[in-house]
């Protein structure tokens, strides 16, 4: 099977501040309550529809859900939209099964990348990814796949389910989205929906799970439909059969979603930092100065 070099740049979409990187965000208190979420629920243009995916959500036990708006840049007239608000799907938003709160409607951006040209949309002065909660990449090729992993500003790095992979997985870059924090997403209803798509779904989850070993994994539904969308319980046990471990599986739908929204909070917050840069004197400045400091400069 061919491969491609996993060194390659991508224009315009590499860190420009100077500042550390989110990096690996803090894990949430031990021992406190689960706190499920799924991260992917499509977003679509049916309100009705996208309002009764949350309530299905809610109902099946999740605490936080993320509206996904997907941008396929290989398609044409792709623009990155504004995030839809949870004011215009509910009211009132849905109460949890089993617990005395709401459901948290996030908003995320996963844009699929099949050029290293596409990655500019994610450049650090993108004031419409800046409006979104969680910001996924599902890049097509190898030398994509390492940018995201390297350099990207992302939350999220996708991994294709629903064809076979065009390339392997190599352990350094996995390694270095790891250490910054950033989580690989498995997208279960393929899984459910075709045999061969299970296939793929399996073999491309346990290719990733030999090199990642379990860490920084979330399992998400991707769903368009209600029957889509399976309980928490369910897809941890889906995630045995993509070769995590108990543990890991559940955190696939729990702690690990909640270190990707981290991220989240600790990326946008980076965006805002604000650096000082001394400005080199000019003959003008030495001008325009107190007559004392002009006769030092003259001697």
Known sequence: ????????????????????????????????????????VQRSGDLKALRELVETAAQLGYSTVAI????????????IGKPISPSDLFSTLPIIQGKSKPIKILTRLTLIVSDPSHCNALR????????????????K??????????????????????????????????NVAIDRGIAFEVIYTPAIKDSTMRRYTISNALSLMQICKGKNVILSSAAERPLEIRGPYDVANLGLLFGL????????????CRAALLHGET??????????????????????GPACKRAKCED
């Open 267 to 288: 990326r946008k917050t980076a965006f805002g930092i604000v650096h000082t840069v001394r400005k080199p004197q000019t003959s003008e400045d030495v001008d325009a």
């Open 141 to 174: 090729t190898e030398k994509l796949f390492h940018v995201a992993c390297t350099n990207l500003d992302v939350d999220l790095v996708c991994i294709s389910v629903t064809e076979k992979l065009p390339f392997y997985f190599r352990r350094p870059p996995i």
């Open 124 to 139: 650090a002065t993108s004031s419409r990814v800046r409006l979104y909660d969680i910001v996924a990449v599902h890049p």
């Open 1 to 40: 099977m061919p491969r491609e070099g996993g060194g390659g740049q991508c224009a315009g979409a590499a860190r420009t501040r100077t500042s550390p990187g989110p990096g690996p965000a803090p894990a949430p208190p031990a021992g406190s309550m689960a706190s499920f979420a799924d991260l992917n």
């Open 245 to 256: 471990s108990e543990n890991d599986a559940k955190a696939a739908v729990s702690t690990n």
């Open 68 to 79: 996904n708006h997907v941008v396929d840049f290989s398609e044409k007239k792709q623009e």
